[in-house]
């Protein structure tokens, strides 16, 4: 029995253990002893028998022989890792296998890349050989099972396709990708909790203290510049305010403030068109009947024309207004057109009236709007004060809306309003023109109370109608100093009171028509009841 090594290694190799030594005094082996008495054995069989190659005995030895050489090229490269490239699987154990060519082992297949090793499953087969050959095949994964496991099944498996190394990349791209996203979220996660846990002491609401004193600042400056313009423009208003209720507007060029917008036909008629901030904001809106209205000025040969005067424009700018603030594609005359606008207009049936833009005192201005049971749906636009020469109003029949304009008083050369049977809301102008002789205001919706003042500031009223509206209030004791009145219609309101010491003497009524039972009106010609519309004949 052989003595161990002392030092650095006190375990002697696997195979180095329990040597003996031959005749001539050289170790060996237990397996080179079993080997050397199967020698001697095969020897005497050689003497008593000739030795063929097709002996068990040859086969033997000429097995020994290539199994040794097989041994010797493995330890010759030890680095056997290395052969098929990293990653893959590979068994040092078979420089230490000790092979049973007696019972050849079976190579099975363990996945769809696995190959059965030729030549292993035939007895006789020329393992060793094989062996080299598949060790030294860069293809092949494990060639050999590990010791102990000898008698077991061999598996041979081929090296990954390009189909596999291309999942293998996959798999290991989005390992990647997971890990670089879960780290940059715990990045989020350390920076939000660094900001959650920084000093309270320098944010206020949930703001740093520098954006929440930044954010205080622009806030001050625009409330304080938001209150000055507000300041500003009511104090404008007011003044506007105050001057059209004593001074009357004239057709005249005056400061106008600055507009927002570049038009050639604004910057000349804002004078007139845009007196006050508040006649600015329709021209902000391009839907909106002024904006349409200058937008049809720039597509109109007789306002493009070199030789036509800003009254000219004027006019039909005023005209174009009213005819986009009630509908007029819908009207059943519209009177709009690339002619003179005192060509707008059309006679009816028999010549009984006229439809549309008239001039009457002369070629170039237009004097009555006639525009009765012509389809009118909207609201009038003051504009209409700015035909200063209009004597002549006629709205009856339509569906207006909306109050009348305050700045009706403007026109100074009007002498008939009339605007029954439409939808108009909203109280009485404080007045009309001086020389008003005829209003007819039946059939609406307007409220309030009939004004004070209007028998002084219209002595030339003749005609008078208010009947089925919704005044209130009784009847002003100056419409007693208005002695050319002859018709006064006042029935379907709700007014109360007596008429008896001022309209009962010093009148030849035409007409007085009043609810008699709410009303004390001893001199009417004709006595209503409340609210309707048949009346009984007082005279």
Request: with cysteine; charged share 25%.
């Amino acid at each position: 029995m052989g003595v161990a090594t002392m030092g650095k290694n006190p375990r002697p190799p696997s195979g180095d253990h329990d040597r003996g030594t031959d005749d001539d005094g050289n170790k060996y082996s237990p397996r080179q002893r079993t080997r050397r008495k199967v020698e001697e054995d095969d020897d005497d069989m050689s003497a008593m028998k000739p030795e063929s190659a097709s002996s068990p005995s040859g086969h033997r030895r000429q097995l020994d022989q290539e199994e040794g050489r097989t041994l010797s090229a493995l330890r010759a490269d030890r680095n056997v890792k290395k052969v098929a490239g990293p990653g893959l699987l590979f068994l040092e154990q078979a420089l230490r296998c000790d092979l049973d060519v007696e019972k050849p082992l079976p190579i099975t297949r363990s996945r769809p890349h696995a190959a059965t090793v030729p030549g292993a499953v035939s007895g006789g087969g020329d393992y060793s050989q094989m062996a080299i050959d598949k060790l030294e095949d860069s293809s092949i994964v494990s060639a050999l099972p590990p010791a102990g496991f000898r008698n077991g099944p061999i598996e041979a498996h081929l090296a990954p396709d390009d189909a596999e190394i291309e999942a293998r990349m996959t798999v290991r791209l989005e390992g990647q990708i997971t890990k670089q996203v879960e780290q940059r979220l715990m990045n989020d996660v350390i920076v939000a909790t660094e900001v959650k846990e920084a000093d309270p002491s320098s944010h206020i609401c949930g703001f740093q203290l520098r954006t929440f004193i930044a954010f205080v600042m622009i806030f001050g400056v625009i409330v304080t510049v938001g209150g000055v313009a507000t300041g500003v423009l009511l104090s404008m208003s007011d003044n506007d305010s105050d001057q059209s209720k004593s001074v009357p507007f004239v057709l005249s060029p005056t400061t106008a403030p600055v507009m927002p917008i570049e038009d050639v036909f604004l910057d000349e008629l804002r004078s007139w068109i845009a007196p006050t901030e508040q006649d600015l904001i329709p021209f902000y809106d391009p839907y909106s009947a002024q904006s349409q209205a200058l937008e049809w000025l720039h597509n109109d040969p007789i306002s493009m024309s070199q030789n036509r005067t800003t009254e000219t424009v004027l006019q039909r700018y005023v005209l174009a207004v009213l005819f986009f603030s009630t509908g007029g594609s819908n009207w059943f005359w519209p009177y709009l057109s690339d002619d003179h606008a005192c060509t707008w207009n059309v006679d009816g049936e028999e010549g009984n009236y006229t439809t549309g833009a008239v001039c009457t005192a002369d070629d170039e201005t237009v004097d009555r709007l006639e525009l009765s049971k012509n389809n009118l749906r909207g609201r009038l636009p003051w504009e209409i004060v700015l035909m200063t020469n209009l004597a002549s109003i006629d709205f009856d029949s339509n569906s207006i809306s909306g109050s009348i304009p305050s700045r009706i008083i403007d026109l100074s050369h009007l002498e008939i309003f009339w605007a029954r049977d439409n939808d108009l809301t909203g109280t009485l102008p404080s007045t009309f023109s001086p020389v008003t002789s005829s209003i007819d205001l039946r059939q609406n919706s307007m409220n309030g109370s009939i004004p004070v003042g209007w028998g002084e500031a219209m002595p030339k009223l003749e005609y008078l109608a208010l009947e089925l509206n919704s005044f209130t209030g009784t009847i002003p004791s100056d419409i007693g100093n208005i002695t050319p009145l002859e018709v006064f219609t006042f029935f379907g309101n709700s007014l109360t009171g007596s008429v008896d010491e001022f309209l009962c003497h010093g009148f030849q009524w035409t007409d007085l028509m009043a609810d008699c039972y709410e009303v004390d009106c001893p001199c009417c010609t004709v006595c209503c009841y409340d609210g309707e519309v048949e009346c009984d004949d007082m005279t």
